[in-house]
């Protein structure tokens, strides 16, 4: 950006901006168009701000093009997920029917019984922390499931051992204990 000079609605602007913005990136850019605007060089700006001096180029070349719109960086693209509309439709639907309706031996799903139920299903398979992630994203929360055997051993057998097990152990403390 040769030196031009930023009118006072301009610098306004940029610095109610730059105060304004949780965005590190925002700040940057709008302190390397503040900075040019009193003249700093290329050098200097990108010494001080801890960047090359091509960015402080690019920074440049983008306020000019686009104004303060230029100034948000550009959220890349990156990849498409493999995640297609009918995985994610898939998985919304799974997640909210009980396994032992689908034939399952359990009552819980599981990141690894969930990855493989949708696998035979879709074809797609997921490693446990993206499935997460995609649960996430489609507004489920998980928790990791407690195995216990309440619910399947017989309460009545059960307290009447622990009660026997509790009276074994205070006979043996007694044996034990050296008597005076």
């Avoid at 602007?13 to 003249?39: C, E, K, P, Q, Y």
Wanted: hydrophobic residues 30%; proline residues 4%; aromatic residues 6%.
């Amino acid at each position: 950006m040769a030196r031009r000079k930023l009118t006072d609605k301009e610098w306004g602007t940029l610095d109610a901006l730059r105060f304004s913005t949780t965005d590190v990136a925002v700040f940057r850019n709008v302190t390397v168009i503040l900075m040019s605007g009193v003249g700093r060089s290329k050098a200097d700006i990108a010494q001080e701000l801890g960047c090359c001096p091509a960015t402080v180029d690019n920074i440049r070349k983008r306020y000019r093009e686009q104004g303060l719109a230029g100034l948000t960086p550009r959220k890349s693209t990156g990849r498409r997920s493999r995640a297609t509309p009918e995985y994610r439709a898939a998985l919304r639907r799974v997640v909210q029917t009980q396994p032992p309706t689908l034939g399952y031996g359990f009552s819980v799903w599981s990141v690894a019984r969930l990855n493989a139920h949708l696998q035979r299903e879709t074809g797609r398979s997921f490693g446990d922390d993206r499935l997460r992630a995609i649960l996430r994203e489609e507004g489920f929360s998980f928790q990791r499931p407690k195995h216990t055997m309440k619910g399947k051993r017989d309460e009545t057998a059960y307290e009447k051992a622990r009660r026997k097990l509790k009276r074994l152990k205070k006979g043996r403390l007694r044996k034990l204990a050296p008597t005076s």
